[in-house]
């Protein structure tokens, strides 16, 4: 059961004034929409933990939607584990630990945040606790039909016509590695932070010199791969993350 915020904030005035594009929001998915925003807000700090957000009737206001569409933005957002609400109440921002961190859309909203490179970081960290053993495991374990989707996506990030299509590639390439793993568990996490890792490959795959890096060193992990040697394989990919850690910080310098 959700706790009652001890030192509740109210929400403010300026996220208070009526959006200038408010009618945009209308049709079937309207309540995801709003859900959206809301959602935005909270993650990127406009509405901090404890705070108690403005009732059904104001956001009526606001963004100019129903009541009802209102009533299922925060039902969106209560099961993503960012509001929680109670009568006489109303509804408020959950602490942070609270929230589901690998909901695709709370990471889509952390990508858009102001923290951008904070939220790399910890992409990055998360990929150098899972991938070395996981790419492991897939040298010792994928079948023949998983092989050929790792070089396939590898075969597509080499000759992609765009940023965009490389970019997709390259997470197909991740993707694949994580499935032909074996592990029941890395697969759902794996479809969980796909959008996770496409903010974080458009950030880091931009220059050319860069492309042809990332390309050579993917080319050595499938070639570990294909062969079954896990502990190469394992090595190949501690080489990618650290090639990327390294543009990382090249940006935010």
Request: contains cysteine.
């Amino acid at each position: 059961m959700a706790s009652k915020p001890t030192d509740a904030i109210i929400a403010d005035k300026p996220m208070a004034s009526r959006r200038t594009d408010a009618t945009r929001m209308s049709g079937a998915s309207v309540h995801a929409s709003l859900a959206s925003e809301i959602g935005l807000r909270i993650v990127r700090g406009d509405y901090p933990p404890g705070t108690i957000l403005p009732n059904e009737a104001k956001w009526t206001e606001i963004f100019d939607v129903s009541r009802s569409a209102v009533r299922e933005a925060i039902k969106m957002l209560m099961a993503k584990s960012l509001l929680a609400s109670r009568p006489k109440i109303g509804s408020w921002v959950e602490p942070k630990e609270h929230w589901n961190l690998l909901d695709r859309d709370v990471l889509s909203w952390y990508a858009a945040s102001p923290d951008r490179e904070g939220f790399l970081r910890t992409v990055q960290e998360f990929r150098h606790i899972i991938e070395p053993e996981a790419t492991a495991l897939a040298a010792e374990r994928r079948t023949e039909a998983q092989m050929a989707e790792i070089s396939q996506a590898l075969h597509d990030m080499g000759n992609a016509p765009s940023l965009q299509q490389r970019t997709q590639a390259d997470t197909r390439f991740h993707m694949a590695v994580l499935r032909a793993s074996g592990n029941d568990l890395l697969v759902p996490l794996g479809v969980l932070i796909e959008s996770a890792l496409n903010h974080l490959f458009v950030h880091v795959t931009r220059e050319d010199s860069s492309l042809l890096r990332a390309q050579k060193l993917h080319e050595n992990i499938e070639k570990c791969i294909r062969l079954q040697k896990p502990n190469a394989a394992r090595n190949a990919v501690r080489k990618l993350l650290a090639n990327t850690d390294e543009i990382i910080g090249r940006r935010s310098s």
